[in-house]
């Protein structure tokens, strides 16, 4: 997929959400066998945050998605589709999506949610481009939400050490109108057939969630974790070199992968002979919050003033399916 032909695209604004509750290493090393040290040093994770009961996807969404309106300067109003990336909805239907429409008041907005694991945000991002690209929309709100501790196992120290939850939102325009972030293409891609490798295995159509279900903890997350970490480094090496191969690296201002893991992102920066600085992180502190993640990243990086003018931010995403696929904006 190439960049939009029609009408330029822009990020008028973003926003992000996290919850209270942190979740330490050492917490989890009173549910499970683990430590501090094993976890940090795999992954480069301290802590996480846990969403509340109250606290679902379409709620904490909706705060990401008030303060990305905000920073945009528009009103919910404004807004004529919202695209809601999650992996956790609210409910089997209706759709997150309609839900944070209904808690912002975007009254002249349609919606729909889009799920695609990890890669989720970045595959939502680059169709919000295409409808503003193409004049079908003017303005966009693009959310990345999840509450993993929803479907993580806590005795499962495979899974529950990596995953957290939050909120990450960005509002999509004109880029006469946005001013700023330059849609200038991305892509998306899948191959099916990975189930084994990550997957919640039962809760849907193929395995509706029963007794059994329950007892055997089929409705939580599985990970093959290893066949994961080969593939995420590769394709994070070749969507970054595909994506700057036409620019050069020397336009490169900063990569905000999905915050997957930080030896991940390390060992993929090292193939591209990159400084660690080139990525921005931030898995310390929120660990892997799937589709959140890369708008959560964009958000801090953004208020931190860690993009720079007039350079590129690209970035890239991996997760279950396999799915994988990146986006890039001049900043
Ligand atoms: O966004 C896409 C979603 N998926 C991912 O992000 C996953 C990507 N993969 C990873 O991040 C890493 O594969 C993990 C962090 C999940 C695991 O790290 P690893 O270096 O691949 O560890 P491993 O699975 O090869 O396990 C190494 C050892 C094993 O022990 P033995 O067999 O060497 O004795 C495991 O049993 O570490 C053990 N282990 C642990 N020890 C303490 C596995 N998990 C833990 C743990 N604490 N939580």
Redesign the pocket.
């Known amino acids: 997929m190439n960049r939009v032909n029609g009408i330029r695209v822009g990020i008028a604004g973003l926003g992000s959400f996290s919850p209270d509750k942190v979740l330490t290493n050492q917490d989890l090393e009173k549910l499970i066998?683990?430590?501090d040290e094993?976890?940090f040093k795999?992954?480069g994770i301290r802590e996480r945050r846990i969403a509340a009961d109250h606290e679902d996807s379409g709620k904490m969404g909706a705060i990401a998605a008030i303060r990305a309106l905000e920073d945009a300067k528009l009103a919910p109003e404004d807004l004529d589709l919202i695209i809601c990336a999650t992996t956790t909805p609210d409910k089997p239907f209706p759709t997150t999506a309609c839900h944070i429409q209904d808690a912002i008041g975007a009254v002249n907005s349609g919606g729909f949610d889009m799920n695609s694991a990890?890669s989720g945000f970045v595959f939502a991002f680059n169709t919000a481009a295409q409808y503003i690209g193409t004049g079908m929309a003017k303005r966009v709100l693009v959310v990345g939400t999840e509450k993993l501790s929803s479907i993580l196992n806590y005795k499962d120290?495979?899974t529950c050490?990596?995953f957290g939850d939050g909120a990450g939102a960005m509002v999509l325009t004109s880029l006469e109108e946005a001013g700023r972030g330059e849609y200038l293409g991305g892509s998306i891609q899948t191959e099916g057939g990975n189930d084994d490798v990550?997957e919640v295995p039962a809760g849907g159509s193929t395995r509706p969630t029963d007794q059994e279900v329950l007892d055997a903890g089929l409705d939580k997350m599985v990970?093959g974790?290893?066949r994961?970490?080969r593939f995420?480094v590769n394709t994070f090496v070749r969507l970054v070199k595909d994506a700057l191969e036409p620019y050069g690296y020397e336009q490169l201002g900063r990569i905000v992968p999905?915050q997957?893991?930080q030896r991940?992102i390390e060992s993929a920066l090292e193939k591209l002979d990159l400084p660690v600085e080139a990525a921005y992180s931030n898995i310390h502190k929120y660990g892997?919050t799937?589709a959140a993640s890369v708008p959560m990243a964009f958000d801090e990086a953004y208020r931190g003033d860690h993009l720079i003018k007039g350079k590129l931010a690209c970035s890239v995403a991996?997760?279950a399916g396999l799915s994988w696929g990146h986006f890039l904006v001049r900043w």
């Open positions: 066998d683990t430590s094993w976890i795999r992954t990890c120290r495979n050490i990596l990550l990970m974790g290893n994961v970490y995420a999905h997957v893991n991940i892997n799937s991996f997760g």
